[in-house]
């Protein structure tokens, strides 16, 4: 079955480092993969889309990268600030209709 | 520009009532889905639609019934409410394949 894992662990960071999430997946063969931000309480916001020709994709302190062949994301922020600390989910598209399958997210804490 | 709104933010119901969830979008979006979000179990893919009067079922569909009459409005319908699908519930749109979702504020609801 199809499967989609990320670090169930909250990860612990000081301030000014890099944080570093990894989204692995299985059964799937994803043209595209999206990462999402979550604040408590809200809904999901889109920060990255990165394709299955791209590599790399940058934004600002955001870095992903995307291996087709180990069938994994990673997911870097660099210069990490407290304002950082979120939920970070991890999508597939499914099926070609524009659904999205999420891992169940990393918990990132920063602090100062 | 109000991107997805969805009513209400809470709800409290009794076993076996029955009620609507709201979502609407102003973005001229043709796909939209709903998803139910659980402690430990990630975002969950409830229905979707492709497209004014075009619906199909996700991971989760028992016990919801989704309509799309409009461009703009996805509602969600609860038939006989019951305690496991109390849960947070988050409606999405996008403009398609390789696009990033947009998604609402939530739906907070508990079945009691």
């Known amino acids: 079955s199809q499967k989609i894992e990320q670090n169930s662990e909250a990860l612990n960071i000081q301030e000014g480092k890099t944080a570093t999430l990894t989204c692995n997946y299985t059964n799937y063969s994803p043209a595209y993969l999206q990462w999402y931000r979550q604040d408590p309480g809200r809904g999901p916001v889109f920060l990255l889309l990165i394709r299955e020709n791209e590599k790399e994709k940058r934004k600002e302190r955001l870095k992903v990268t995307f291996d087709t062949t180990l069938k994994q994301s990673l997911f870097h922020i660099t210069a990490s600030q407290p304002a950082d600390s979120a939920t970070y989910l991890c999508a597939l598209e499914d099926s070609g209709y524009s659904t999205l399958t999420f891992g169940k997210g990393t918990m990132l804490l920063v602090s100062p | 520009n109000a991107g997805v709104t969805q009513t209400p933010k809470f709800q409290v119901l009794k076993t076996g009532q029955s009620m609507t969830l709201q979502c609407a979008q102003d973005m001229n979006h043709e796909y939209m889905s709903w998803y139910r979000q659980d402690p430990g179990m990630g975002l969950r893919l409830i229905h979707y639609s492709v497209g004014a009067g075009i619906t199909d079922q996700g991971e989760v569909p028992n016990g919801y019934n989704v309509s799309r009459s409009t461009t703009e409005d996805f509602p969600l319908r609860l038939l006989s409410a019951a305690p496991s699908q109390t849960s947070v519930y988050f409606c999405?749109?996008?403009?398609?394949?390789?696009?990033?979702?947009?998604f609402g504020q939530g739906t907070r609801l508990t079945v009691v």
């Open positions: 999405a749109s996008s403009l398609g394949g390789n696009t990033e979702a947009f």
